[in-house]
């Protein structure tokens, strides 16, 4: 219990694990594989409250178009008009045309009881998201990322 010994104090759900072989999938066409020490997540869920960190080691591509995508280890929550949808945040290292190489992503979670995130990458074009496609996925990208989200 934590502030008092009623039920509402009490923490009654707290699990620690690493995600099954974590798949990057584009949206349109192409795939992208991963290091086999590196396509793991960590997570921790403490109540409703999911945090995923880890490093993800690019190996191959082959003209990945449209968002990137994978899955989560629990379902986002249904909390009522936007208040679920979450961005999170990453790095990549040694993508291609991307300031030097380097650069920050987006992790987005936008919909109700949705299983998968989106990698976007941040840019200086006009909207400042571009998807994380064969522009920057190359064979020696390494992508870290933490963020956290309220599951259902």
Do not use: M, W
């Not at 010994?5 to 949206?27: F, H, K, M, Q, R």
């Not at 995923?52 to 986002?76: D, H, M, N, Q, R």
């Amino acid at each position: 219990a934590i502030g008092g010994t009623g039920d509402a104090n009490s923490l009654d759900d707290y699990e620690e694990g690493v995600t099954g072989n974590i798949t990057l999938s584009p949206g349109s066409s192409g795939s992208i594989s991963l290091q086999t020490n590196f396509k793991k997540l960590a997570y921790t869920k403490v109540g409703r409250l999911v945090t995923i960190t880890g490093l993800l080691k690019i190996t191959s591509v082959s003209s990945p178009t449209g968002g990137l995508t994978f899955a989560l280890p629990f379902a986002l929550a249904s909390l009522g008009d936007t208040a679920e949808i979450c961005r999170g945040h990453g790095y990549v290292v040694n993508a291609a045309n991307a300031e030097n190489g380097d650069g920050g992503l987006i992790i987005d979670i936008q919909t109700a009881g949705g299983t998968t995130a989106t990698i976007s990458k941040t840019d200086n074009t006009a909207n400042g998201l571009r998807d994380f496609d064969s522009t920057f996925a190359t064979s020696q990208a390494e992508i870290s990322l933490s963020f956290s989200y309220f599951s259902a």
